[in-house]
Every structure is written in C-alpha cells, then in structure tokens.
C-alpha cells in the first residue's frame, strides 16, 4: 500500500513560483514512476509531468514544459514540482500519483495508469 501527501500549494500572482511537495509512504516497488497531474472543475485531470523514481527520465506537458520541474529525493521519499513563471491558466488542484511500472513514452500521461493518488493541493494564480 502506498501513501501519498501533498503539500505546499496556495495563491501567487501571475509571474510568480511555487513549490510542491509530495511525501510517499509505503511499498516502493509500487512507485516506480511518480507524476503531478492537475484538474479543473468540469474537465478531465491533466499530466503535468512525471519522473522515473532511482533514473532521470522526466516527462512534461506541453503548457508547462520549461517553466516546471520535477523532482525526487531519494533519500527523503518525496517528489517535487517547481512552478515558475505560473499563469493564470496553471490554477487548478494539483494531485501527486505513483505506480509500479516505469514512466514510459505517452503513457505517463493517461491518469488510469496510476494506481495511488493523493489528496491534492490547490492552486491559484492570479492575474
């Protein structure tokens, strides 16, 4: 069983960064590949980006690749997400997911791959 706890959202202004964290619990080989995804009321929940956990494979999204970056501590069990340059457009929950196969070409994007999620976090970007 794997636990999965975000943290570190809140509202910025346009232009600004933020930080996420997502503190994992529990059976390693069950979180191979770890991703941010996102999701706005009405819509469907949208990869962010991923990252293959022990490599440096990563993975993004088209509308924020080269403004975020993901990460993961080893040695801390935890996955993170920095945000810069956020847009009005970056509002959404943000939700940390893991899951025992390795990250690999578009799949990391498809949110029924992942088998653990957490809570979420929100964010709001302000104009």
């Known amino acids: 069983q794997v636990e999965l706890v975000e943290s570190g959202g809140g509202s910025v202004q346009a232009g600004g960064s933020l930080r996420l964290s997502c503190a994992a619990y529990g059976a390693p080989y069950m979180r191979l590949c770890m991703a941010w995804f996102r999701q706005v009321p009405g819509k469907e929940r949208e990869g962010v980006a991923a990252i293959n956990v022990g490599h440096s494979g990563t993975y993004y999204g088209d509308s924020v690749n080269g403004r975020f970056t993901i990460s993961h501590d080893n040695a801390k069990d935890t996955l993170y997400l920095e945000m810069n340059s956020l847009k009005p457009e970056d509002t959404a929950m943000y939700y940390c997911?893991?899951?025992?196969?390795?990250?690999?070409?578009?799949?990391?994007?498809?949110?029924?791959?992942?088998?653990?999620w957490g809570q979420g976090t929100q964010v709001t970007v302000s104009s």
């Open positions: 997911a893991a899951t025992s196969p390795n990250c690999a070409g578009d799949k990391w994007t498809d949110a029924h791959a992942y088998d653990s």
